[in-house]
Structures are given as C-alpha cells and as structure tokens.
C-alpha cells in the first residue's frame, strides 16, 4: 500500500494567558492511498488541531514544538507559507467544521465555488463556472442555477456546508481533509454527501482524514480508525479492530455512550472530565477516569502494543505482565457479535466453495 | 412524559406558521409553510428533517427573531407576536432561551467566557451580588463539564464541543422554562453528548423545563423527544409518539429518513440499504395533517387515511411476528 502522507512524533502547543496548552503530545500515524482514515475522540483532543496542522492553518499562537509531516518525499513542516498555498486546496482540501467561518459572507457563492480552480488552474471564468454549478448541483443544492448568486448567510447550515464541500472537491485533491462536514447535515443529506465522498474517492483515489463524533458514519465510511485522547492517538485499527474487539478502556467508554435501540436509563457517560492540558498528567492522560487503572498509568506514558499488523493501542492493559480485565458488557456483546458475523462468513465462503 | 393529554397543559401552540423570506421575489423561499403542533410543559418535541427544511427557521420564528409571514405562535397561552409592553417581552425572553446550533457564530469573541454566562444573569438583574453572580457563573460551568478556570478564557481558545457548552450554560442561566435547542449536541463527542442529554433531562425532572430539541441524529432524538414532528420542505409530514415515529413511522419521507441512519456496527453499515424519497407528484388532493391512529398524524389526504392506517397495522402485526 502507498503512504500518501507520515507524521510523526507531532506535538504542538498554545500560548495563552492561562499558559501554554499542551494540545498535540506527540501524535503518530499514516495514510494510505485511496483509504479513509477516521479520527475519533473526545471533543479537545486534539483531532483539529492535528488536521490543521497538516494544512499549516493553526492559530497565532500556536508552536509546532517538533515532528515532521510528509507528504511526496517532503516535510510540510518545513515549507514556506508561499508552497503551502499553492498546496492547499490543490494537493490537500480541507472542509472544515464550522462551514459559516470557511465561507466568504460578501462574495456570492458561485464564484466562491469556482475561486479554487482560477486560483490553481488555467481556466477561463466561464468554464469555472460551469464547474461550479455542476458541482453545486452534484453537492445537492436545489436550484442551483438559480442561487449562483446568493450569498452565504441565504443559505440553511447543511446547505451552508454542502458549499464547502463543493469548494473542497472542485480541484480533485490527493488528500481530502474533512473536519466533521456531516455534523450539521440530516442523516439524508449525509448519506448523499458520504456516497458522494466515496464516489469522488473512488474516481480520483483521494485518501480522506474524517474526523467525526458520530461513530455510526465512522462504521459507515473508515477502512481505518485511530482514536484520540489528550492529545495523542491511544488506539488505531482497522474499522472492524475497533468496533469489535477495541483494547483501550477509553475506546470501551466512548462505544459505550451511544444510545442503543434498548436504552431506556440514562445514558453512559464517562466520569471525570478531560485532562488538563495546560498541565498534562504522567503517565496514562486516561487513568483519573479509568476504572480499570493500575499503579503504573500514573507514572509512565503506555507504549503502543500490537494486537495485530494493523491494530495497536497505548494501555498498560496491554503488558504480558498486566492483570486481565472483563471490559464493559457492551463491549463483550460487540465482540460476539462480531464472532457471530465471521462464523456466518465462514459457512458462506464453504457454500460457496462448494458450488 | 405525556401520559394523559387532556390534563397536560400546551405551553406551546403554533398554528398554522408560515415563513417565507424574499417574499413574492424571484428567490423566494418557502422556509416553513403552513405548520401546526403544540408542545406540552414538560415534554421534549424533537424536530427532525432534512436539511433546509424550516427546523431553525421555525425556532427562530418562536423566539421571535423574524416577523411570521402567517400563522400565530402562542407561548403559555399569549400570542407572542402581540406581546408590547416591554416587561412582558423581558419576561418572554428570559423564559424562552434558544441554544444555537452554530457554536462558533453565537458566542462574542471579544468576550471571556464568563461574561458570556453571565450576560443574561446581568440583564435580568438574577444575581443578588457580585458574589451571587460568581457563584452563579461557577455552578453553570460545572454543571455542563467545564471547569471555573474556563470562565476568564476567551471563546476562540475552546474546541468546538466546549464552546457549545458554553452557549449551553448561557442559556440556563437565564432560568427558562423553555429551551429551544437547535442542534445542540451535533457538535459534541458521544461521551459528552450523552453528559449534556443526561443533564438536559435531569434539568427538565427538576425544573419542569420543557424542551424543543432539533437535531438530525435521531437516534438520540428518539431517546431524548416524547414525541417527535417530521419536517419535509417547510412542512410536517407526520408528528407522534417517538416510539412510535421511530419503529412505525409510516410516511415515505420518514421512512427514508429512518433508513439513513448509519449504526456504529461497520457490519450493518455494509448491508444498509437507504430508501431514496420521491415525492409525490402533485395530484392537487388537499392535504393536511390528520390523526391515522391516536396521537399519531400523517400529512395526507382524506383518501389516505386510510391507507396508511393499514400500513401502519401491518408494519405493527410484522414485528409482532418478529418477536414470536
Ligand atoms: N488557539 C488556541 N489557543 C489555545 N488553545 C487552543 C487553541 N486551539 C485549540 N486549543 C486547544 O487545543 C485542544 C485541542 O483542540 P481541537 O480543536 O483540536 O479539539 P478537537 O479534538 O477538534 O475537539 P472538537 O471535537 O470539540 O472539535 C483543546 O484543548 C483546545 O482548547
Ligand atoms: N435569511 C434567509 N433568506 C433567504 N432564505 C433563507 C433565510 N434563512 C433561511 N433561508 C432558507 O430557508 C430554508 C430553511 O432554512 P432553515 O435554516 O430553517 O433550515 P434547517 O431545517 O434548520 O436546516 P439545517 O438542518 O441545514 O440547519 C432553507 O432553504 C434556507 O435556504
Ligand atoms: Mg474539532
Ligand atoms: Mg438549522
């Protein structure tokens, strides 16, 4: 498989009146051609900052205190503001989180849409917008002729997004960044824009980095998952890996949140509230809300262990020299289930040998 | 929970509600167009539906932030748009709070976090002292997972979810007895998502709040909603028991709405398979909202009635034979 994009040992910090907010505490992963990566994880975790650090997008105040980002043989982390932007939009798009900040509020959105292709291609006015409205249609903007003109403020918040995504794909880019693009639209539209994704993914081989809260669109859209906490990643695995047989508690309490058919109490929420990053604890940043913490999560950060070539956490749990644990009800269930589902794979795969 | 309607009392009323923007121009826009529900105190009414289709639009029509095209909006039995004296208007805006769905356009950004809380506590005069009002302020950011030290941070230094708690504790600062919340977990993870549902209904026990809770996630939409309204292109296609919305929805809109909702199960993901909507082709019919079965209402016409009664009974007789 070819990395399209490597980071490595990645961590950024903030400056702020509070002090300096550890944010990104050495993240690490790849990206493969044509796949789509899904970033999980507790809101502050760093899964933004991540994102837009590839982009070079961050804040004023923020310090990129060491690692490297490539992408063809080069180290994002060390080009010029001038090559970036000839690599935004073109090579990496983003679509970013909140769709109102990434639209421009006086200038119409037809020409918003069509700006990225006159900015990176030669290309005369009318052919980028002909572009654009086909794309705006393509996005599932109703009408979309007649609403070139409109300007972004006219527009409902899903539709106000479905323009950023238009933006984002109008240039076919080698790696498509989308900051929860789905979050503000309903499950129909959603379901447009994934097939959408998948379609365009499937043409143009882009590999995607979704980040999303909503764990049934990770099952929907991930061929790999990595899961943050505190600012680095604690679980990556192929999408099966971690619905189904996830390592890390702090895995085991977010599969855990999501209301099932069957709940009627209140809903599982993790205890405790997310680490302080302005002073990051030792150790596992996990183990004050971890009900299964041992004496060594308190004093030194776990190391990744594999459970597979593609699966691999960062817990204690993990050791040989670790006690086992029973994980939560849900997740035994989830881990049945999924024996279930490779049991009747099996005698499909023997019927089918058979005939 | 609504367990006998007629000794619940409305605290919402909105009759026939239409909006339109660009009114009679050449983009006009139908955004609500001719809606009725009423809201119980106490309850939760989710309001789901596409994109576009008025959800925002019609909450923003009930605090009052546009003029209705038509229609009337009763809040605790007062027309809301012949409210003049403006005592009664402060007091209509502190008792009916808006939390919004876009966390990032609704907070000022050249204001620390606590006076951002305390905004409306300062307005209504809710605090006693300076003392009271810190104590207030304290109370609200952990009351929504946030810790003190937040309160003298500026906005733009949160994440996304943390800012929309922000806009969370904001509003109950103001002591509402109706919320109107526009999407507000969309932006949050699920731990927190399911914090915030917690606290929204350990809130609503205590203090009788009642909610009207839009959202596109409707799995946590019919946990949260009592009943649930279906909004397609600025109309309500069917309103009901969310169980019941949930397991038997019966309108195609709903259905296909149903059939989108991706499961945190990458194996049911691969098998899913959506039902696309095709509206129906105009064939001039009137049609109205009208009740198939008790508490359960359909946008249809006469003639339908009874056709989506039977749909409805066979769907229920299905599961029955599921479960035997
Ligand atoms: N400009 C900034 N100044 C100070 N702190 C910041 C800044 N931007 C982000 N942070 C902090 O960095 C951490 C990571 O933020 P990030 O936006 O990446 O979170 P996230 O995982 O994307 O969360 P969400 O799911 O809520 O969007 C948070 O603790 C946040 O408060
Ligand atoms: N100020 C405005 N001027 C013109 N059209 C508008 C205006 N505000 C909203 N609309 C239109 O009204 C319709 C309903 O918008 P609304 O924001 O209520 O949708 P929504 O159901 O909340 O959608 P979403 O789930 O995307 O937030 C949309 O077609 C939108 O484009
Ligand atoms: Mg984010
Ligand atoms: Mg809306």
Known sequence: MEKVLEVKDLKISFDTFAGKVHAIRGVEFDLYRGETLAIVGESGSGKSV?????????????????????????????????????????????????????????????????????????????????????????????????????????FSGGQRQRIVIAIALICRPEILIADEPTTALDVTIQAQIIELMKDIQEKIRTSIIFITHDLGVVANVADRVAVMYGGRIVEIGTSEEIFYNPQHPYTWGLLSSMP????????????????????????????????????????????????????KAATWLLAPQAPKVTPPQEIVNRHQHFQKIMKERELVQKKLREV | MVADKTQEKIILDVENLKQYFNEGQRDEVRAVDGISFQIFEGETFGLVGES????????????RLYHPT????????????????????????????????????????????????AEGIDIHHLATDVDDRNQQVNDLLELVGLDRSHGTRYPHEFSGGQRQRIGIARALAMQPKFIICDEPISALDVSIQAQVVNLLMELQQKKKLTYLFIAHDLSMVKYISDRIGVMYYGKLVEVGKSEEIYNFGVHPYTESLLSAIPLPDPEHERTRRRIVYKPAVNDGAERELRE???GHFVYCSEEEVPVFQKKLADKKAQTEKVEV
């Open chain 2, 70 to 117: 038509a229609g009337k909006i009763e809040f605790d039995g007062e027309d809301v748009s012949k409210i003049k004296r403006r005592a009664d208007m402060e007091h209509f805006r502190r008792d009916v709070q808006m939390i919004y769905q876009d966390p990032y356009a609704s907070l000022n950004p050249r204001m620390k976090v606590r006076d951002i809380i």
């Open chain 1, 50 to 154: 991540t994102t837009r650090s590839i982009m070079r997008l961050l804040a004023k105040n923020a310090n990129v205190d060491s690692g490297t980002i490539m992408f063809k043989n080069e180290d994002l982390n060390k080009k010029d503001d001038k090559a970036m932007q000839k690599i935004r939009g073109r090579d990496i798009a983003m679509i970013f989180q909140d769709p109102m900040t990434s639209l421009n509020p006086t200038m119409t959105i037809g020409k918003q849409v069509a700006e990225p292709l006159r900015k990176h291609e030669k290309i005369s006015k009318k052919e980028a917008m002909n572009t654009a409205l086909e794309l705006l249609r393509l996005v599932g903007i109703p009408d979309a002729e007649k609403r070139l003109n409109n300007y972004p403020h006219q």
């Open chain 2, 292 to 294: 198939i079965s008790e």
């Open chain 2, 52 to 63: 576009g289709c008025g959800k925002s639009t019609t909450g923003r029509s009930i605090i």
């Open chain 1, 260 to 311: 099932t058919l069957e709940t009627q109490d209140s809903l599982y929420a993790i205890p405790g509230s997310p680490p302080d990053l302005l002073d990051p604890p030792t150790g596992d940043a996990f183990y004050p809300r971890n009900e299964f913490a041992m004496q060594i999560d308190t004093e030194e950060t776990p190391p990744f262990f594999e459970i597979s070539p593609t699966h």
